[in-house]
């Protein structure tokens, strides 16, 4: 069974960094097809893609946040990471980290589901 | 920026059928997943490709997909289904968009 555990401060000052770390067990970050996502949610709002790493360490961010997303993975240990700077009250949310499996069909593409999400961590920007 | 729209609320009686839409221009080339969120839990997948159903995901959920809407349908609605709903899919540059999220009351 894949388990996925977010860590991390939380709480962050505005105007600095945020880094949150995934750890996963049960399963490899190295191993395809999966990617290794990053999702946000504000309290009481919907769900926000912030990027995910595939084992090659491609990576692809939501252009909305691209500019201040770094997203690694560490295959060590088993973890990857987030790191979103110059953070401010907007950026206060539910980390989620998630595994991404991504299929393919011939006839239509792409496919994606997140099988598998960790607990969530809440982060707030506050001074 | 591409959207995916649902409606903010569906109402339903035990025993009832429950149909979510999530329309966006992208879903005629793109497959969409669903997710199923209690509250303070993490999200869970209910559909995905459209209208697979992930092994442990009760029958009766099924998904559908017509031109730009895609359909969550829940038959046989039980108080445990009383949660909030996510669309998800793809856009053409490959960047995850959520939908705006529906929440289920069962009544």
């Known amino acids: 069974q894949v388990q996925l555990q977010e860590s991390g401060p939380g709480l962050v000052r505005p105007s600095q960094a945020l880094s949150l770390t995934c750890t996963v067990s049960?399963?490899?970050?190295?191993?395809?097809?999966?990617?290794w996502s990053w999702i946000r949610q504000p309290a009481g709002k919907g769900l926000e893609w912030i990027g995910h790493?595939?084992?090659?360490?491609?990576?692809n961010y939501n252009p909305s946040l691209k500019s201040r997303v770094t997203i690694l993975g560490d295959t060590s240990k088993q973890q990857f990471s987030l790191k979103l700077t110059s953070v401010t009250a907007a950026d206060t949310a539910v980390y989620y980290c998630?595994?991404?499996?991504?299929?393919?069909?011939?006839?239509?593409?792409?496919?994606?589901?997140?099988?598998?999400w960790g607990h969530g961590t809440l982060v707030t920007v506050s001074s | 920026s591409y959207e995916l729209t649902q409606p903010p609320s569906v109402s339903v009686s035990p025993g009832q059928t429950a149909r979510i839409t999530c329309s966006g221009d992208?879903?005629?080339?793109?497959?969409a997943s669903w997710y199923q969120q209690k509250p303070g839990q993490a999200p869970v997948v209910l559909i995905y490709?459209?209208?697979e159903r992930p092994s442990g995901i009760p029958e009766r959920f099924s998904g559908s997909s017509s031109g730009t809407t895609v359909t969550l349908t829940v038959s046989g609605v039980q108080a445990e289904d009383e949660a909030d709903y996510y669309c998800?899919?793809?856009?053409?540059?490959?960047?995850?968009?959520f939908g705006t999220g529906t929440k289920v009351t069962v009544l």
């Open positions: 490709k459209d209208t």
């Open positions: 998800q899919s793809t856009d053409s540059t490959g960047t995850y968009v």
């Open positions: 992208g879903l005629q080339k793109q497959f």
């Open positions: 790493m595939y084992t090659s360490g491609t990576t």
């Open positions: 049960g399963g490899s970050i190295n191993s395809g097809p999966y990617y």
């Open positions: 998630a595994r991404d499996q991504v299929g393919y069909d011939p006839v239509t593409g792409y496919y994606n589901r997140f099988d598998y």
